[in-house]
């Protein structure tokens, strides 16, 4: 098993403002941010970097680049501070995190900041190099073109339910055939991957939004009801949502020395 030899030195939540602003950032440590919601742009030398919900950004020592917020789709991520002994020469700008396993392991870390009987230092450790080892997994993967076009699909019609047959229509594929190539290219089934963005996508409104109502958090993200969205949640998370309410972010930002400079 390779191990990267992470230490994490911040974690907080961040939502981006109403008004646009432009930040410039050099000689930082390492960061990951893992996209809850809205849009993140960067400008990384001659190219734009560009990520949105499901997508998860990693920032190498020292990357000096201009960010810029967009208040028609403000940012809402987790912002992971490390630093890290053995990591890989090169590595892409943004992973799309498929299976939304660094979203759970980011949410999980934040939680454990907040636990009243808080875990060792090298715990949150173990849970950041299984973050990293999953993006640079998911960064050897080849760009897969139909993945792509249904996650076009799925932000498309978010806040709506459709079937299989709607999703091949709106790609331009038979049904069967869109099932057979999609399971084929990412091994699960295209219906059980959306339910899962669903969920992904649910997780990021409990945790920036705690004031909204499961149905409205349902309907967002075209669920039939508010007892439908327990039950996938649950599936896919192993977590109730009273859990999941008491690790929701108290604040709009909530810097990770506050709370564990204590145990380091």
């Known amino acids: 098993m390779v191990q990267y030899g992470a230490r994490l030195d911040g974690l907080y939540f961040f939502r981006s403002g109403r008004q646009r602003q432009v930040s410039r950032r050099a000689n930082e440590n390492a960061s990951i941010i893992v996209m809850l919601g809205g849009l993140y742009a960067a400008q990384y030398g001659?190219?734009?970097?560009?990520?949105?919900v499901g997508d998860?950004?990693?920032?190498?020592?020292?990357?000096?680049?201009?960010?810029?917020?967009?208040?028609?789709?403000?940012?809402?991520c987790l912002v992971l501070v490390f630093r890290w002994k053995n990591q890989p020469a090169s590595l892409p700008r943004v992973v799309r995190d498929a299976a939304g396993v660094m979203r759970i392991l980011a949410l999980r870390l934040f939680a454990m900041t907040k636990d009243p009987l808080p875990s060792p230092v090298e715990a949150w450790?173990?849970?950041?190099?299984?973050?990293?080892?999953?993006?640079?997994?998911?960064?050897?993967?080849?760009?897969?073109?139909?993945?792509?076009?249904?996650?076009?699909?799925?932000?498309?019609?978010?806040?709506?339910?459709?079937?299989?047959?709607?999703?091949?229509?709106?790609?331009?594929?038979?049904?069967?055939?869109?099932?057979?190539?999609?399971?084929?290219?990412?091994?699960?089934?295209?219906?059980?991957?959306?339910?899962a963005?669903?969920?992904?996508?649910?997780?990021?409104?409990?945790?920036?939004?705690?004031?909204?109502?499961?149905?409205?958090?349902?309907?967002?993200?075209?669920?039939?009801?508010?007892?439908?969205?327990?039950?996938?949640?649950?599936?896919?998370?192993g977590l109730g949502i009273r859990d999941l309410r008491c690790r929701i972010p108290p604040k709009e930002i909530l810097p990770f020395a506050q709370t564990v400079t204590r145990y380091t």
């Open 46 to 52: 001659g190219e734009k970097i560009t990520a949105r």
């Open 125 to 195: 450790n173990v849970y950041l190099d299984a973050l990293l080892a999953e993006y640079v997994r998911m960064s050897r993967h080849r760009t897969r073109s139909l993945l792509d076009r249904v996650n076009q699909c799925i932000e498309e019609h978010l806040d709506e339910p459709f079937t299989l047959r709607d999703m091949a229509r709106w790609i331009g594929l038979e049904r069967h055939h869109l099932g057979q190539r999609f399971r084929r290219e990412t091994g699960i089934p295209p219906m059980r991957y959306v339910r």
């Open 197 to 237: 963005q669903r969920v992904q996508h649910a997780l990021g409104y409990l945790a920036t939004s705690p004031v909204w109502t499961l149905q409205r958090i349902a309907s967002r993200v075209g669920v039939a009801d508010e007892i439908q969205l327990r039950r996938l949640i649950r599936r896919y998370t």
């Open 56 to 76: 998860v950004v990693c920032w190498r020592k020292g990357d000096a680049r201009t960010e810029e917020n967009d208040p028609a789709q403000p940012t809402r």
